[in-house]
């Protein structure tokens, strides 16, 4: 019996990765469809069962900055600058939970999506790509509560004075980005086998706050010249500083492009080993997550 000679023509081939360094940028690009999907999945079920749904992204990061002022400015006496201390802790509250958020939640991509993964194929890179994307949103949102914040003490006192530098706002957005999706690209990986990886990603992520100038300027005359090198060996320091800088003047953060260029190598390090690091795990991952 001869079968017909038409040659069956398929829409999608899989083929397995030849290289560690192939990331299959051009089949994350194929699925960026997908990827706003995921986007809005992660959007909707975060507040969809919640009483006042969005409102919380206002919520969070202004009773942080309520309690940041009390505790750290009103009781610690630790000074903010010239700026109000109102100012100078949203600023930096409103940055670091964009990066804390980007670098938790991608840090449990493996064990979250483990049920997804085993069953439907996709680029994986896609899954991080979309935590910091729908990151982006709550990010945007925030930014608006700071910015009424800061019109309204520009307007009100005078010492806030913004200057040419907030144009590398978007620069310090991709660098944050970056930070995020690459450190935990790393952790992801590593906890595909130790699983209580997570807890202390928690833990370290407090700590690192610390080490990053949203409590406190790094300026501050209290900080010891050495200390304020080590500190800013951070990459998240110059970015938060910058931001700072950008928005109130050198009253409330500084600006160097040496230290700004190093966070930018820095990030773009972090983002290449992350992705190697994520594109080696995936091909196994199913056997121990």
């Known amino acids: ?68 002022v009390f505790v750290f400015n009103n009781i610690a ?73 800061w019109l309204y003490f520009l307007l009100t006192t005078d010492s806030v004075e913004p200057n040419w530098t907030i144009v590398l706002l978007p620069l310090l957005v991709l660098i944050m980005g970056g930070l995020g999706l690459g450190f935990g690209m790393i952790v992801s990986a590593m906890t595909t086998k130790y699983r209580d990886l997570v807890f202390l990603l928690t833990f370290a992520v407090q700590l690192l706050m610390y080490a990053t100038p949203v409590i406190y300027p790094i300026s501050s005359p209290g900080i010891n010249p050495t200390v304020r090198k080590a500190l800013m060996i951070n990459p998240m320091s110059p970015v938060i500083e910058t931001f700072r800088y950008a928005f109130t003047g050198a009253g409330g953060g500084v600006f160097s492009w040496g230290a700004l260029v190093y966070a930018i190598i820095f990030t773009l390090l972090v983002v290449l080993a992350g992705a190697l690091i994520f594109n080696k795990v995936e091909k196994s991952f199913m056997d121990t997550v």
């Open 1 to 68: 019996m001869e079968h017909s000679g038409t040659q069956e023509q398929w829409t999608e081939i899989i083929q397995p990765k030849s290289s560690l360094f192939d990331l299959q940028l051009r089949e994350v690009w194929r699925y960026r469809d997908l990827l706003m999907l995921l986007v809005r999945r992660d959007f909707v079920a975060t507040y969809k069962q919640t009483i006042l749904g969005p409102i919380w992204f206002f919520l969070q990061p202004l009773l942080t900055t309520i309690t940041f």
């Open 77 to 149: 006496g630790i000074k903010t600058g010239t700026i109000p201390a109102m100012l100078f802790y949203i600023a930096g509250t409103t940055l670091w939970n964009y990066f804390s958020d980007c670098l938790t939640k991608t840090s449990t991509v493996f064990r979250d999506n483990a049920a997804v993964f085993g069953k439907v194929y996709f680029p994986r890179l896609i899954m991080p790509l979309s935590i910091v994307v729908s990151n982006l949103i709550k990010l945007g949102i925030q930014f608006v509560l700071f910015l009424v914040f």
